[in-house]
């Protein structure tokens, strides 16, 4: 196929729609700063989506739970070896995005003839001393962007955009307390599951007005939950990173 | 090769494959996973050399194990949970060499290794064990179990016993634990004793070890049998004062073993562990308790 270049292209071409297609209904992801650390927030029906890579490191992903699991165990697993064998210090975000996953992803999304991976990534590392907190959205097919304001994961590009914008409007510029910043999350993820029920209409539609997000928060809350981790700087542990409990969520909603 | 039992080591031992089941070239990555070392089997030769020497010259074939453990440290229960405190003195035959090394060390957010023995196996011990409760986590989403704890610290002194047959690299520690599940109207405390080869005992109400051990032991068990408060009624005062007391008589009778430096304000460290975590000691606490003590 690699001889014929049109039909390697169109190959690719339709790898992305499939992808994209199967991408389109997966719970968005959302990402943001507050007072003592980072936020990922998403609404689950079971299975968990916000985990624990390294002291400093939190992973969130939407895709195929297999490809979810492999990946997230490899960065786990390299974060693991390369802390043991230097130290803790040694492990960040950057190298693990760029030296182990972007290829992994771009390799899979590339080879035709393979399996590609069905996923959306998002990592957040918080701040060390002058380090700013950062957040890496990594695509199925390797493309890596980096924000230090907040960042979100949702089905396509449109949804992304959507969420992003609402995010520009309503978040504050100075630093807010967990339950403000959950309540603008839960919001903001509304959002973008509000657009991918829309499906194509979504990318000619992307108003979503307060009432909806309400509605969509009350009807997707019956059967799933919120789940949100928490990068916490306060912590006293090396290990910054806690999933709240459903009644801490309950609480900082309702605030 | 991925490996999805939480098991650190053999992750360690699978590390040079990590990235090839997802087919990466890693000649064009910077990170280095081909180095494979399993710390405890794998010495570098010119330790294995000096080791072979020293157990010709010392003609040991398994029938005497002396164990160089030039310290004092100590755990005991009281009434919110475990108390485990350790001198600072690090000692080479008659020498001190340092006064402030670290003897008790945290583990994970609810277990604590209280080290006596050879101090470049004992970190080393403490090093891998802390990485294992964290890969466990990290890669089996829930905590290792207090029995997979247990069994991951034994399996690592297991492994150093050469070095301990060797006489010089055996490690005795204390492993102290709450058990966050315990209902907070118990105590969760739990208090363990190796011995070289890594089989583990638990300890009800106390244990010490190291070269001053001996003189405080027996203190120990009077306290706790017929003392004015059972040690495990104890609230965190009068235990940090009982803790002190005890290192300050271990001192007094083991060279090895350091006290309370008034001059260099060096204090011993003494954490607690309870429902809540390990809580370090703050040097003012004990200062403030050094008063009361002495």
Redesign the interface.
Same mark, same amino acid.
């Given at each position: 196929m690699r001889d014929l270049p049109y039909r390697w292209i169109e190959a690719i071409q339709d790898r992305r729609d499939y992808i994209e297609d199967q991408l389109r209904l997966g719970s968005p992801v959302v990402g943001l700063p507050y007072e003592n650390g980072s936020l990922l927030l998403t609404v689950t029906k079971g299975a *968990?989506k916000i985990?624990?890579?390294?002291d400093r490191i939190a992973l969130s992903a939407i895709g195929h739970p297999a490809d979810i699991e492999?990946l997230r165990?490899?960065v786990?697993?390299?974060a693991?070896? *390369?802390?043991? *064998?230097s130290a803790t210090e040694d492990v960040n975000l950057h190298?693990l995005t760029h030296?182990?996953l972007a290829?992994?992803f771009k *390799?899979?999304f590339e080879?035709i003839v393979?399996e590609a991976y069905i996923i959306k990534m998002l990592l957040v590392e918080i701040g060390n001393g002058d380090a700013k907190t950062q957040f890496t959205h990594i695509n199925y097919d390797g493309n890596v962007n980096v924000h230090h304001e907040s960042a979100v994961i949702g089905g396509t590009s449109e949804i992304e955009n959507a969420m992003q914008d609402y995010l520009t409007n309503e978040q504050s510029d100075t630093e807010t307390d967990l339950a403000t910043t959950i309540q603008l999350a839960l919001k903001t993820w509304a959002v973008g599951r509000e657009l991918s029920q829309r499906f194509e209409e979504a990318e000619d539609n992307t108003e979503v007005t307060d009432e909806q997000i309400d509605e969509i928060i009350k009807s997707e809350l019956d059967e799933g939950e919120i789940e949100a981790g928490i990068l916490d700087n306060s912590l006293?542990?090396d290990?910054k990173f806690r999933i709240l409990s459903q009644d801490e969520i309950q609480d900082l909603t309702n605030k | 090769m991925m490996n999805h039992k939480g098991d650190f080591l053999g992750l360690l031992r699978h590390a040079d494959t990590l990235t090839d089941e997802t087919e990466v070239d890693r000649e064009t990555s910077d990170v280095n996973l081909t180095t494979k070392r399993d710390l405890f089997q794998a010495t570098p030769k010119p330790i294995r050399d000096a080791l072979q020497l020293t157990s010709k010259e010392k003609t040991i074939h398994g029938t005497t194990l002396e164990i160089p453990e030039a310290t004092t440290v100590v755990a005991m229960r009281y009434q919110n949970g475990i108390i485990i405190a350790g001198d600072r003195r690090a000692t080479a035959g008659t020498s001190v060499v340092h006064d402030r090394a670290e003897k008790v060390l945290p583990i994970d957010s609810h277990s604590v290794l209280a080290i006596s023995g050879a101090p470049a196996m004992a970190y080393e011990i403490a090093r891998v064990l802390k990485h294992s409760f964290q890969y466990f986590r990290r890669s089996q989403l829930q905590e290792l179990s207090v029995e997979g704890k247990l069994r991951t610290l034994s399996r690592l002194i297991r492994d150093n016993l050469p070095m301990a047959m060797q006489g010089i690299g055996a490690v005795i520690p204390i492993f102290a634990l709450y058990s966050p599940q315990t209902d907070e109207s118990e105590n969760g405390g739990k208090i363990y004793f190796y011995d070289a080869l890594g089989a583990h005992f638990e300890n009800v109400d106390f244990a010490t070890t190291g070269s001053g051990s001996i003189w405080i032991r027996g203190v120990l068990r009077y306290l706790d049998r017929w003392g004015d408060t059972q040690l495990e009624n104890m609230d965190q005062r009068t235990a940090t004062i009982t803790i002190l007391r005890l290192l300050d008589t271990a001192s007094e009778y083991d060279a090895a073993t350091s006290g309370y430096n008034a001059k260099a304000e060096i204090f011993p460290t003494v954490k607690t562990i309870t429902h809540q975590g390990i809580d370090t000691l703050s040097e003012d606490y004990l200062k403030d308790c050094y008063v009361e003590a002495t």
């Open positions: *968990q985990f624990e890579v390294h492999r165990m490899l786990t697993d390299t693991s070896v *390369q802390a043991f *064998q190298r030296y182990v290829h992994t *390799q899979a080879a393979g006293p542990a290990t | -």
